[in-house]
T-cell receptor, first 119, second 112 residues
């Protein structure tokens, strides 16, 4: 089956610990994204990567880190520097494409999410 | 600042009834607008995508409209079903921009 997967579904962390959330896709998409979703707020972009070995900070990158060593994988580490990490984390992927001379992002496909709770 | 506002925040309707969700945006320059459906505890799933030249697009019982002049979009759901209970999120992309602006969503509940 083609798709995007995240693991684990639920994750509990003690204060001061780093944790890593997994995101894998077999859609052959170049671009991958990490979002954070909090109640009553729109999704907020943490990091994104348009190509292997390259990534950019999103709007709320502080306290997070990523790597993109393979096209299929884009793990997110929530570090102890993130003061309020309890949230629902969503990974997405897409293929950028050009239409009419304009580069724009194709539909983003989302994974099932990881709910992180700090104890 | 790019913003996407959705209304109502929540909506409860009887099974079989129709409903319309609204989305206003200030993203400029505009590239495209998407509606996503998100079930509780799951990732969003794309329903429709429209560029500035499209003013209506359907996907089964879902029909999205776009007025690029007034920067408004709506999502109309016909003959609602219990499985339509979810959050509906409006997402706008600026031209040549990888980053998207997300609305906070409308929480729709269908009751039997």
């Amino acid at each position: 089956d083609g798709g995007i997967t995240q693991s684990p579904k639920y994750l509990f962390r003690k204060e001061g610990q780093n944790v890593t959330l997994s995101c894998e896709q077999n859609l052959n998409h170049d671009a991958m994204y990490w979002y954070r979703q909090d109640p009553g707020q729109g999704l907020r972009l943490i990091y994104y990567s348009q190509i292997v070995n390259d990534f950019q900070k999103g709007d709320i990158a502080e306290g997070y880190s990523v790597s993109r060593e393979k096209k299929e994988s884009f793990p997110l580490t929530v570090t102890s520097a993130q003061k309020n990490p309890t949230a629902f984390y969503l990974c997405a992927s897409s293929t950028p494409r050009t239409s009419g001379g304009t580069l724009w992002t194709d539909t983003q496909y989302f994974g099932p999410g990881t709910r992180l709770t700090v104890l | 600042k790019n913003q996407v506002e959705q209304s109502p925040q929540s909506l409860i309707i009887l099974e079989g009834k129709n409903c319309t969700l609204q989305c206003n945006y200030t993203v400029s320059p505009f590239s495209n607008l998407r509606w996503y459906k998100q079930d509780t505890g799951r990732g969003p799933v794309s329903l429709t995508i429209m560029t500035f030249s499209e003013n209506t697009k359907s996907n089964g019982r879902y029909t999205a409209t776009l007025d690029a002049d007034t920067k408004q979009s709506s999502l109309h759901i016909t003959a609602s079903q219990l499985s339509d209970s979810a959050s509906y999120i409006c997402v706008v992309s600026g031209e040549g921009n990888e980053k998207l602006t997300f609305g906070t969503g409308t929480r729709l509940t269908i009751i039997p």
